[in-house]
């Protein structure tokens, strides 16, 4: 193990990158007047903000501890989660985003209230407040929590979690989601810079020859495609789980689409999202890799998720360790503020705009900033309850197998099949989830059962599809004008794409999609 210990210009790099960070933050946000430019940044954001804000959104600092941690436990088949998500972006970019759009939503829920009815809008956004200040929050401290407290040991827990709460939080409560985008470009790309440095000077010492890969990671380790009773990731599971965790993330989270509905035009918005989409191929480089290789450098780590700062601390210079850690801080912030925000959007636009009652922009705004402090302050008192059991932590994908499933059902359902009514939606949420989250609680917790949560996630998926088709028939249609804007429809597609036969090729969305497919199916195929 090296020794976790910063320089003294280490901990100022640190100091000024972070000050940085939350001066640029609050500099980008000052012309912030409304709620509207609050939470969606004027809708002006062009697609390299819009990607690169999908991408730190996502992928936090959490993510890249557990990356590499991953590749270092139990080989590439972790990566499968990546390309994954880089097809459903596809999908997303391609047939759902321009609905989302024309509909001129602010929130996720909203949508489900215009093709359904005001229910599903009011449970699905409840439902993304709890989880997200109970989850999402509680996983990005808990990565913050183990990273710095790899650096000053001695200082208590309940410290480090109010310092990246405050160091989050102080920028998204003063210059809102414009602020938040901005940062996370920053920090995007200067952590894929990082990860990219790491990786070439770890390779180095491996004189970059690239059989050493299967070597370190023999047999199933350096395979895709694992079998279906493999207790990580099987292969069937990938079609049964995977993707449809993929649907919820990218398509039903609100807390991620936030950052596609404030692109300045339909262009910019599918431009980011297949850019976002592009991003998540290198991973398997940038982090999974690097994993593989420590499992030499380091073979008996503890503790996997340690494989990456590990390797930082072992190789990186004074001054660089410093930009990394701070970059890796800055992106653990990330997690917590993209959360803040989301979940003050949902209070305010689906249970404050939707009351009788009329308020202006100056107290919405000002509503909004006090949301995001008390979001706060419950998210760094709920984060040592989540974080002395361990297990819910490791659960976080699982849970969120069992339980999302309706939503993404209803979602999916209400896009592409208009025959879907509302009390069907509203009931497959209200009677599916609860039934998911007892199947989470048997199943991983109590250990009843020993079904795979990636083959539960399938299970969920088609009894929420049947329940919402069942009771959809034994209703009347929805009228199909009231629709028509929520909806896919053959004839808008034959209409754009007229329009598209003006543009040049690298502006054609579809274009750029159909290279990211085939790009994607080249760098998959040979690791199956």
Same mark, same amino acid.
Do not use: C
């Given at each position: 193990?090296?020794?976790?210990?910063?320089?003294?210009?280490?901990?100022?790099?640190?100091?000024?990158?972070?000050?940085?960070?939350?001066?640029?933050?609050?500099?980008?946000?000052?012309?912030?007047?409304?709620?509207?430019?609050?939470?969606?940044?004027?809708?002006?954001?062009? *697609?390299?903000?819009?990607?690169?804000?999908?991408?730190?959104?996502?992928?936090?600092?959490?993510?890249?501890?557990?990356?590499?941690?991953?590749?270092?436990?139990?080989?590439?088949?972790?990566?499968?989660?990546? *390309?994954?998500?880089?097809?459903?972006?596809?999908?997303?970019?391609?047939?759902?985003?321009?609905?989302?759009?024309?509909?001129?939503?602010?929130?996720?829920?909203?949508?489900?209230?215009?093709?359904?009815?005001?229910?599903?809008?009011?449970?699905?956004?409840?439902?993304?407040?709890?989880?997200?200040?109970?989850?999402?929050?509680?996983?990005?401290?808990?990565?913050?929590?183990?990273?710095?407290?790899?650096?000053?040991?001695?200082?208590?827990?309940?410290?480090?979690?109010?310092?990246?709460?405050?160091?989050?939080?102080?920028?998204?409560?003063?210059?809102?989601?414009?602020?938040?985008?901005?940062?996370?470009?920053?920090?995007?790309?200067?952590?894929?810079?990082?990860?990219?440095?790491?990786?070439?000077?770890?390779?180095?010492?491996?004189?970059?020859?690239?059989?050493?890969?299967?070597?370190?990671?023999?047999?199933?380790?350096?395979?895709?495609?694992?079998?279906?009773?493999?207790?990580?990731?099987?292969?069937?599971?990938?079609?049964?789980?995977?993707?449809?965790?993929?649907?919820?993330?990218?398509?039903?989270?609100?807390?991620?689409?936030?950052?596609?509905?404030?692109?300045?035009?339909?262009?910019?918005?599918?431009?980011?999202?297949?850019?976002?989409?592009?991003?998540?191929?290198?991973?398997?480089?940038?982090?999974?890799?690097?994993?593989?290789?420590?499992?030499?450098?380091?073979?008996?780590?503890?503790?996997?998720?340690?494989?990456?700062?590990?390797?930082?601390?072992?190789?990186?210079?004074?001054?660089?360790?410093?930009?990394?850690?701070?970059?890796?801080?800055?992106?653990?912030?990330?997690?917590?503020?993209?959360?803040?925000?989301?979940?003050?959007?949902?209070?305010?636009?689906?249970?404050?705009?939707?009351?009788?009652?009329?308020?202006?922009?100056?107290?919405?705004?000002?509503?909004?900033?006090?949301?995001?402090?008390?979001?706060?302050?419950?998210?760094?008192? *709920?984060?040592?309850?989540?974080?002395?059991?361990?297990?819910?932590?490791?659960?976080?994908?699982?849970?969120?197998?069992?339980?999302?499933?309706?939503?993404?059902?209803?979602?999916?359902?209400?896009?592409?099949?208009?025959?879907?009514?509302?009390?069907?939606?509203?009931?497959?949420?209200?009677?599916?989830?609860?039934?998911?989250?007892?199947?989470?609680?048997?199943?991983?917790?109590?250990?009843?059962?020993?079904?795979?949560?990636?083959?539960?996630?399938?299970?969920?998926?088609?009894?929420?599809?049947?329940?919402?088709?069942?009771?959809?028939?034994?209703?009347?249609?929805?009228?199909?004008?009231?629709?028509?804007?929520?909806?896919?429809?053959?004839?808008?597609?034959?209409?754009?794409?007229?329009?598209?036969?003006?543009?040049?090729?690298?502006?054609?969305?579809?274009?750029?999609?159909?290279?990211?497919?085939?790009?994607?199916?080249?760098?998959?195929?040979?690791?199956?």
């Amino acid at each position: 193990m090296p020794e976790f210990e910063l320089a003294t210009i280490d901990l100022v790099i640190i100091g000024v990158y972070v000050l940085g960070i939350i001066a640029i933050g609050y500099w980008a946000g000052r012309s912030t007047t409304t709620s509207g430019d609050y939470f969606l940044a004027g809708r002006g954001m062009v *697609w390299p903000l819009v990607g690169f804000s999908l991408i730190v959104t996502n992928f936090s600092g959490t993510q890249f501890l557990g990356l590499a941690g991953a590749g270092y436990d139990t080989g590439i088949a972790v990566w499968n989660y990546e *390309w994954m998500a880089t097809l459903v972006l596809i999908v997303f970019a391609v047939l759902i985003l321009p609905i989302y759009l024309q509909s001129k939503i602010s929130t996720v829920p909203e949508f489900l209230e215009k093709r359904y009815d005001r229910r599903s809008r009011y449970a699905f956004s409840g439902f993304t407040v709890v989880t997200g200040m109970l989850i999402d929050s509680a996983g990005g401290m808990f990565a913050g929590a183990l990273v710095l407290n790899l650096l000053f040991p001695n200082v208590p827990l309940m410290v480090h979690i109010v310092i990246i709460a405050l160091l989050g939080g102080v920028y998204v409560i003063l210059g809102g989601l414009k602020a938040v985008m901005i940062t996370d470009t920053i920090q995007g790309i200067l952590l894929f810079l990082a990860a990219g440095v790491i990786f070439v000077i770890v390779f180095a010492q491996f004189d970059f020859n690239w059989s050493v890969f299967p070597e370190l990671a023999p047999g199933d380790d350096f395979s895709l495609a694992r079998p279906a009773d493999d207790d990580f990731l099987p292969a069937p599971g990938i079609l049964t789980g995977a993707v449809f965790l993929g649907f919820y993330v990218w398509i039903s989270n609100h807390v991620v689409v936030q950052r596609v509905l404030a692109a300045k035009n339909l262009d910019h918005g599918r431009w980011g999202a297949l850019f976002a989409g592009l991003m998540q191929l290198p991973l398997l480089v940038l982090l999974v890799f690097p994993g593989i290789l420590a499992r030499d450098v380091f073979p008996d780590l503890d503790n996997p998720d340690l494989a990456w700062p590990s390797l930082i601390f072992e190789y990186l210079p004074v001054g660089l360790r410093g930009l990394v850690v701070a970059a890796l801080i800055a992106a653990l912030m990330s997690t917590l503020d993209s959360v803040l925000n989301g979940a003050a959007s949902l209070v305010v636009n689906d249970f404050v705009k939707t009351r009788d009652k009329e308020y202006s922009e100056k107290t919405l705004l000002r509503l909004s900033r006090v949301l995001v402090g008390v979001l706060m302050v419950i998210a760094v008192l *709920w984060a040592p309850v989540i974080l002395s059991f361990d297990t819910l932590v490791e659960y976080f994908q699982s849970f969120l197998g069992y339980v999302t499933m309706p939503f993404v059902v209803v979602l999916l359902g209400g896009i592409f099949w208009k025959r879907a009514t509302a009390s069907a939606a509203f009931w497959t949420m209200v009677v599916m989830t609860p039934l998911g989250a007892a199947g989470f609680v048997s199943g991983e917790m109590l250990e009843l059962h020993g079904v795979h949560f990636l083959y539960a996630t399938g299970i969920m998926v088609v009894a929420s599809a049947a329940v919402l088709t069942a009771v959809s028939l034994r209703q009347p249609a929805p009228d199909p004008a009231a629709i028509a804007e929520v909806t896919f429809d053959r004839r808008t597609w034959r209409a754009e794409s007229t329009e598209l036969r003006e543009k040049p090729w690298y502006l054609n969305y579809r274009w750029l999609a159909l290279g990211l497919l085939v790009l994607t199916v080249a760098v998959v195929v040979p690791f199956v």
